[in-house]
T-cell receptor
Framework: ETGVTQSPTHLIKTRGQQVTLRCSSQ?????VSWYQQALGQGPQFIFQ???????GRGNFPPRFSGLQFPNYSSELNVNALELDDSALYLC?????????????FGPGTRLTVT | AQSVAQPEDQVNVAEGNPLTVKCTYS??????LFWYVQYPNRGLQFLLK??????LVKGSYGFEAEFNKSQTSFHLKKPSALVSDSALYFC?????????????FGQGTTLQVKP
């Protein structure tokens, strides 16, 4: 098990609502990335935060936003939920931003939008 | 466009036999390559990575992977499979010059090891 934790484990929301997912990074890690994993698919990169600033973003609309706090924990916020947002949301932390650093993943939050 | 392909949706192998899970990539620039494993209802666990140097990389749980630049492949291997190796395996790539955290994953390969 990694030291990355995520909450909640499961969540059910209604279309149009807003949701906040939380992630605590592994000790000593200052970089957090978020991924969306739809059923039967590989994870898709949403964005990365380094020292409280977003420093990379995938092909996700602006209603996906995030925050990183001084203790390097992070939140993913999704507004105006759509049915297609139903997925496993994974948080990953790493020691820094260089591409050769491996990322350590949390167990994920399963979001269901009805 | 950068991409990763895992050509097999599922690989079946008998316990004790060697296993190979295939991965090919397409990137511009020097690739950093990773393998992760995912057990049911769990996050991804890091297995190994290739950065530079020796083309044969050794990782966790007896897994290894061979980087082949001419074939743009990074196949995962294990000499003797265990039933407990049964899981979903993902290959991923990052481009060397990027600091944006973007891992590009393949679709995943389900490994089934039968007793």
């Amino acid at each position: 098990e990694t030291g990355v934790t995520q909450s909640p484990t499961h969540l059910i929301k209604t279309r149009g609502q807003q949701v906040t997912l939380r992630c605590s990074s592994q000790s000593g890690h200052n970089t957090v990335s978020w991924y969306q994993q739809a059923l039967g698919q590989g994870p898709q990169f949403i964005f990365q935060y380094y020292r409280e600033e977003e420093n990379g973003r995938g092909n996700f609309p602006p209603r996906f936003s995030g925050l990183q706090f001084p203790n390097y924990s992070s939140e993913l916020n999704v507004n105006a939920l759509e049915l297609d947002d139903s997925a496993l949301y994974l948080c990953a932390s790493s020691e820094g931003t260089p591409s050769y650093y491996e990322q350590y993943f949390g167990p994920g939050t399963r979001l269901t939008v009805t | 466009a950068q991409s990763v392909a895992q050509p097999e949706d599922q690989v079946n192998v008998a316990e004790g036999n060697p296993l190979t899970v295939k991965c090919t990539y397409s990137v511009s620039g020097n690739p950093y390559l990773f393998w992760y494993v995912q057990y049911p209802n769990r996050g991804l666990q890091f297995l190994l990575k290739y950065i530079t140097g020796d083309n044969l990389v050794k990782g966790s749980y007896g897994f290894e992977a061979e980087f082949n630049k001419s074939q743009t492949s990074f196949h995962l291997k294990k000499p003797s499979a265990l039933v407990s190796d049964s899981a979903l395996y993902f290959c991923a790539v990052r481009v060397g010059s990027s600091n944006t955290g973007k891992l590009i994953f393949g679709q995943g390969t389900t490994l089934q090891v039968k007793p």
